[in-house]
């Protein structure tokens, strides 16, 4: 109650405008992953400042979108020849989200135009892949094997009716990160929607980083990857030998 009152003090900047803005934020900026991190829920809130301070009689539509950084994602399509599965072809995506999460007022179909739904990237089906095989019929096969991998990793999400909406001024969403999301730079993009158009948008940033002990191991990696590979060697040949040592003790006994 008290965030929606906080809100609501956004009231008196609205003298003036001459069209509806979004005032947008975030309940984390920063996600720290550690060992224990089995995952969080970001709350998405904000305030539509209307021109003159009128809320029109009419409903407004909300979109919001959390997208992650982009990868290069190389996808390979396998076929059973001679009783043996092989890999038959492959496609290379440039520009692929690592992370996209939608959650709308109303189904995405219902709120806007098809064209502005493409331009905005809003809905997953409307996410610009970019391959790289030039095919219009392969490409849209393998687009959906991409698409089908990360909704099944957890990575990509859309859920209608997932942003409340109160007075016609102030909204709310929430969205799941998932315990294995990929780290690095992503952004909370809120769209206003009147007429099947998007008339206002704003954007946060939001930064999700290894910490502790999960942040050392990553950038010895990434530091000293010769040093870190054989490190990783030695320790698989010790815990190894230690499983072997505590095995043959068992059975003399």
């Not at 720290?32 to 409903?59: C, N, Q, W």
């Not at 859920?159 to 990160?177: D, F, P």
Request: with cysteine; net charge positive.
């Amino acid at each position: 109650m008290r965030g929606w009152l906080g809100l609501l003090c956004f009231t008196p900047l609205l003298m003036g405008a001459e069209a509806p803005r979004l005032v947008p934020d975030v309940s984390q900026n920063k996600i720290d992953i550690i060992y224990s991190f089995t995952g969080a829920e970001l709350l998405l809130f904000g305030a539509i400042l209307y021109p003159g301070g009128k809320v029109p009689s009419r409903h407004p539509e909300i979109a919001v979108v959390i997208k992650g950084p982009s990868e290069a994602v190389l996808i390979r399509q396998k076929r059973k020849i001679a009783g043996m599965w092989i890999n038959a072809a492959s496609a290379d995506f440039r520009s692929v989200p690592s992370f996209y999460a939608l959650a709308a007022s109303r189904p995405i179909a219902q709120i806007v135009k098809d064209r502005t739904a493409v331009i905005y990237e809003l809905g997953i089906d409307n996410l610009q892949l970019s391959p790289a095989s030039g095919d219009p019929a392969d490409d849209r096969a393998f687009e959906d094997g991409v698409v089908d991998l990360k909704r099944r990793g957890g990575y990509y999400s859309e859920t209608a009716n997932g942003v409340e909406i109160r007075e016609g001024v102030l909204y709310r969403a929430r969205i799941a990160i998932p315990a294995r999301v990929p780290v690095g730079k992503y952004t909370a993009e809120t769209f206003l929607i009147e007429n099947g158009r998007v008339v206002a948008a704003a954007t946060r940033d939001i930064d999700i980083a290894k910490s502790g002990f999960e942040a050392y191991v990553a950038r010895s990696a990434e530091r000293n990857s010769f040093l870190y590979g054989l490190g990783a060697v030695a320790l698989s040949l010790v815990l190894g030998w230690l499983a072997s040592a505590a095995f043959r003790r068992l059975s003399e006994r």
